[in-house]
């Protein structure tokens, strides 16, 4: 103190006290970057979209792809195209994050046996294979591909030498249907089914809402026979062994043994023979009918399956009842040795109830060899044992998840002294590969779908490349050039079109139709029924003769069927599937083993032990859920659990159902079996608990779910009844809703439960994935959930999202302003006001209000897919649904740079817009002419707690209950 | 008695400083946070010859204003196409063709900035409510380089939720939160 003076303290003082000012005003600078490539008619900030195809399953459905500076941010389905109609399922809209997965591979590497992973540039990796690709025979291992680029890569096969083979190994698509029509028809063709002229369908065990033949489709088809025509609406009765969601939305269900389904089939053919006026069959043939299906009586059925003859002779007199059915069959009810058998009594079903030309037809023009049969892939697993190839290509495929039989495989690939993998993610197959390079994803490059019938579907690129990944034709003409296949990839596509164009004999110039094409997203004419003559008489009766009773296992049977989720395994890697929860029991982020309450008492098992599962000797460990849904003799497990290697979603702990299958095929067919025989259950000791996001089903008095019959509808609709809203007082002042006043009517009627709108909110707005361990403490953050509800002895699912009630009871609570009512009647949350008191949360009835308890960490490349309209939430802070409302402000800007209000269907929510049935519409109701102005009277029409009067934008219509007439 | 009270006056001094520090430091950051600190560009790009003396229209460059909700800033591409043969001679035109014959691109240094809670439309903007640019970006055209300036008749700090909200008062536009907040 004494060597300071006065005037250098102050002094100083003034200098520490400058030097400090500039510091504390510093902002963070940041760059800004100019678009690249100034495309003249691409504006930053605007979104743009490409009509390409979806590839996640073979139905190959429609999509739009969402395109913002540069990147793909959501897949919607396209509304033009025959199979999707706008509509999406799950896992076609998660396909984005295989796109934007953490685990892609980011470029070419060099894994040989033990050794390290060796980064390998393109010119390098391919020079590597060039010269080891030529001793030897190749084989080509892909997933399902249709015309085109298979008879490319049979092409380029062709030149590397003749022994050279493509195997297309999808075990889930199914010859059988192929097979079965060339056995009862003599015509090797494909089904073409229409649900919507349908009043009856009976459907043994095709899961057509979920994963069989083409589920947006389907579902649509079925929608549309759900809404009430002339009085009546399609009934649905579901056979099976086990449940789903199909038989969930079933308006009967039954369980009948596994393997008599064919039985079941047959004994009703032969029952609507005797007692149905309606049969198709003229009195001539009748007696030949009788005599060949004289053995199959209701009691032989009755026997084998468990069902009772009462049971049996209400589902022919249903059959009787109504004059347009459709029998259906297939999944895993036919995934035995003889599903063929089965899918030909469904046939000669479908005949004799005069379906054809009807309900069903059979498509031309379907190359028989779709796949290859899976019973030939023993023969090429023998070639490799016998050292008869040298290098194996994988694309797009994972025989190592479903191939039951892993050590034997592995022995095999072990044989192999070139294995290259072409693929988009490390899976188990490609792991064991010694070279991997990364081809391009489905959204990244260009390719045409065939989808039969002379219908082509484009795959048209959203973006550029994530990585540094190349198109598999691309790579394959660099590793061996062909001659006679074009060097331009994109020159090699618009010359297919050019062929196609010629085939299907197109109007005016290439040119303009290419650019008409690359808007719609591909050619069809799928619009009439194919005419449909059939002839069963020569086929059927020989089949009849010859069919041999099925021998039923007494003991248990595992039922590994499809996922609504992961399909056959492949969508393991995505989070938004594991979070989704399952349809039936909201379990998340594992895969119980399903087991009727029989069985647990029998082994004495609880809901969560972990139980070990043996057959065909290989066994399998997974947690245990009871359910009465399921026939006491059968177990059911969906794949996708237990990847050897999937990447960081993949879950592991539980074992992989696929292994315990046997190593038999369909006899007619080849294909895969999913049906395990005397399965064993042992009881391990320990115990996982299973997280399920739905405590009970039981809704009590709370009239969540409501039904009203067929008959009452029909009543009330004649009477010209309208909906009276309820007398309530009010103790607020109203809100005035000057311009736009949206609502949202949801019919849960036409709601099949598929999840398609949850996963469409987690990618329109960029809803965290919070996994396991957050869900168990229920800190899900869905703004859109799925409940099912028990009505009336079957259950029923709703879609619960905020109701932007017009007396809010979460915005009185919120001591910030946070959350208000905007005068368009939505409950608005301001994120960056909200202080996270979570009052609002504990004041709301409908608990759709989500907590970010976790901060939200958007690993690269996941980030890119974030959709640049919303604000990406801190920890602390309350979120929910706001009916998508920069999807409303953005088409009003548009709506008023044209001077005009936004028209009915311009401004619609995510969820709403990939319905694939429809159940869900969107409008505003200052509008007269909107399609919600219309239906906001329906007599059906109700809020969930009206009690409460919180009077909600959302209104549910009555579910409508079938009923038999007479 | 002087140097008995030394400490005390000593106190009372640092008191004295250290407050007037803070409101120095206050006001400094006010000032800054109105007109921004001079931005560093690589380029100093003048609009006051772009567009005073050459008579360039603002959305010459800006090309989206108009039509998005980003207004842009032009690539390079754009300045080439002027400046491939004119004014080569000049040293900041050299700098710039410099960079672009090494980078490809210029990283300019953003100068405006609105948060990521905020939905802010250009076109709606300019079209709709047909407000000048100079109107928040301050008269630009008498810049060279351009900084954060306001020609808003608000007192409010710029770019913040009150000038906004000042501005959509006084000309009747919406103010519900949804407008702006995402």
Known sequence: ?966 | MKTKNLPLILAVAMIMWVGIVIILAIVSQKIIHRFGPLPEQPVEFSHTVHVNQLGLECLYCHSSAEKSIHATIPSSSLCLDCHEGVDMDIPEVKKMLAIIEEKGEIDWERVYEVKDHVYFSHRVHTVIAKIECQECHGPVEHMTVAIRASGGSSDRGFMEMGWCVTCHERRGAPRECITCHK
């Open chain 1, 1 to 966: 103190m004494n060597n300071l003076d006065r005037r250098n303290f102050l002094k100083s003082l003034g200098m520490l006290s400058l030097a400090m000012v500039p510091d504390i005003s510093r902002r963070p600078i940041r760059k800004l970057f100019p678009l690249l490539i100034p495309a003249e008619e691409i504006i930053p900030g605007t979104p743009y979209w490409y009509a390409s195809t979806c590839c996640e399953c073979p139905a190959r459905c429609g999509t739009m792809l969402k395109v913002r500076e540069g990147r793909v941010i959501k897949i919607e389905g396209n509304p033009n195209h025959p199979l999707s109609r706008g509509g999406l399922c799950p896992r076609g809209q998660a396909a984005l994050q295989e796109l934007y997965n953490v685990d892609r591979i980011r470029f070419p590497f060099k894994k040989i046996d033990n050794a390290p992973k060796t980064k390998l540039t393109w010119d390098s990796a391919i020079n590597e294979i060039k010269e080891l690709i030529e001793v030897g025979k190749t084989l080509f291992i892909s997933g399902y591909i249709t015309s085109i680029q298979k008879s490319y890569i049979q092409t380029w096969l062709g030149g590397i030498s003749e022994a050279a083979q493509l195997f297309i190994y999808e075990p889930a698509l199914r010859n059988s249907y192929y097979e079965a029509n060339r056995i009862a028809f003599g015509r090797p063709d494909a089904n073409e089914y229409h649900l919507e002229n349908a009043d009856l369908i009976m459907d043994f065990g095709a899961e057509f809402m979920e994963t069989w033949e083409s589920p947006v489709e389907l579902s649509h088809q079925y929608s549309n026979a759900r809404r009430v025509r002339n009085e009546n609406i399609v009934k649905l009765i579901y056979v099976g062994i086990s449940e789903s969601l199909t038989g969930t939305n079933a308006d009967e269900e039954y369980k009948i043994h596994p393997k008599t389904e064919a039985v079941v089939m047959l004994s009703l053919a032969n029952w609507l023979l005797d007692n149905s006026q309606k049969s198709n069959i003229n009195d001539r043939e009748k007696s030949t009918w009788r005599r060949n299906l004289q053995a199959f009586t209701l009691q032989k059925a009755s026997e084998m399956s468990g069902l009772s003859i009462e049971q049996l002779t209400h589902l022919g007199k249903q059959l009787d009842q109504y004059p347009n059915t459709l029998i259906l069959c297939g999944d895993a009810v036919a995934a035995h040795e003889q599903g063929t058998d089965s899918i030909v009594a469904a046939n000669i079903l479908n005949y004799i109830c005069g379906s054809y030309g009807n309900t069903i037809a059979l498509k031309s023009g379907q190359p028989l060899d779709a796949v290859d049969a899976p019973v030939d892939f023993e023969a090429v697993i023998e070639e490799i044992l016998n050292d008869q190839i040298s290098n194996i290509i994988f694309y797009n495929t994972n025989p190592f998840y479903t191939y039951p039989d892993k050590e034997r495989l592995r022995k095999a690939l072990k044989k192999v002294p070139l294995k290259i993998a072409l693929a988009t993610t490390l899976n188990d197959t490609a792991a064991m590969a010694d070279y991997v390079l990364p081809v391009h994803h489905t959204i990244e490059t260009w390719g045409v779908e065939d989808l039969g019938n002379e219908d082509y579907s484009l795959v048209q690129p959203g973006m550029q490349p994530v990585f540094d990944s190349k198109p598999v034709e691309v790579v394959l003409q660099s590793i061996r050039k062909h001659t006679r296949l074009p060097n331009d990839f994109e020159q090699y596509i618009e010359n297919e079109w050019q062929s196609i164009f010629n085939e299907i004999g197109g109007n005016g110039s290439f040119e303009k139709n290419w650019k008409e094409m690359l808007l719609k997203g591909g050619v069809w004419n799928r619009t009439t029924l194919q005419s449909a003559q059939v002839d069963a008489s020569q086929g059927a009766f020989s089949f009849l003769q010859n069919y041999e009773l099925p021998k039923v296992s007494e003991r248990l049977t595992l039922n590994a069927h499809l996922s609504h989720r992961y399909y056959d395994g492949v969508g393991a890697n995505k989070s938004w599937l594991w979070e989704l929860p399952h349809q039936l029991y909201h379990y998340v982020w594992d895969v119980p083993v399903r087991v009727h309450p029989n069985v647990a008492r029998e082994y004495g098992l609880a809901e969560g032990e972990i139980v070990s599962l043996s057959c065909n000797n290989r066994s399998i460990e997974a947690p245990v859920l009871i359910t009465d849904q399921i026939h006491p003799k059968v177990i059911a497990m969906e794949l996708g659990s237990g990847h050897a290697n999937y990447g960081q979603h993949a879950v592991k702990e539980t074992g992989n159902p696929a292994d315990l299958l046997p190593l038999n095929f369909d006899r007619i067919s080849g294909d895969k079996i999913f049906l395990a025989e005397n399965v064993e259950i042992k009881k391990t000791g320990k115990r996982r608990d299973l997280v399920r996001l739905q405590g009970s089903y039981d809704q009590g008095e709370r009239k969540i779910v409501q039904q009203i019959s067929l008959k009452e509808v029909v009543r009330l609709h004649k009477q010209g009844a309208v909906r009276e809203e309820p007398h309530a007082p009010k103790i607020y002042p109203e809100h005035e809703h000057e311009v736009y006043d949206w609502m949202m009517v949801i019919d849960l009627s036409l709601c099949t439960g598929c999840g398609a709108c949850a996963v469409a909110c987690y990618a329109e707005n960029a809803v965290p994935v919070v996994g396991k361990q957050g869900c168990k403490h229920g800190r899900e953050m869905a703004w859109l959930r799925l409940e099912k509800f028990e009505v009336d002895g079957r259950y029923r699912f709703i879609p619960m999202l905020c109701q932007q009630c017009e007396i809010a009871p979460c915005e009185t609570v919120c001591p910030v302003y946070a959350t208000v009512h905007s005068n368009e009647g939505l409950n608005i949350q301001v994120y960056n006001r909200c202080v996270g008191t979570r009052y609002c949360s504990n004041n709301c009835p409908y608990k759709v209000r989500r907590f970010n308890y976790y901060p939200t960490r958007w690993e690269e490349p996941t980030n890119l897919q974030l959709n640049p309209d919303i604000y990406h939430r801190p920890k602390g802070v309350m979120e929910k649904c706001t009916f998508c409302v920069h999807r409303l402000r953005r088409a009003k800007e548009e709506a008023k740079m044209q001077g005009r209000l936004v028209k009915d269907g311009e401004a619609i929510p995510a969820c709403v817009q990939s319905c694939p049935t429809g159940a869900m519409s969107f409008g505003n109701l200052n509008n007269p002419d909107s399609r919600v102005t219309k239906m906001v009277n329906n007599f059906r029409g109700y809020h969930v707690f009206e009690v409460l009067n919180t009077q909600p934008s959302v209104l549910y219509l009555k579910n409508i209950k079938h009923e038999d007439k007479g």
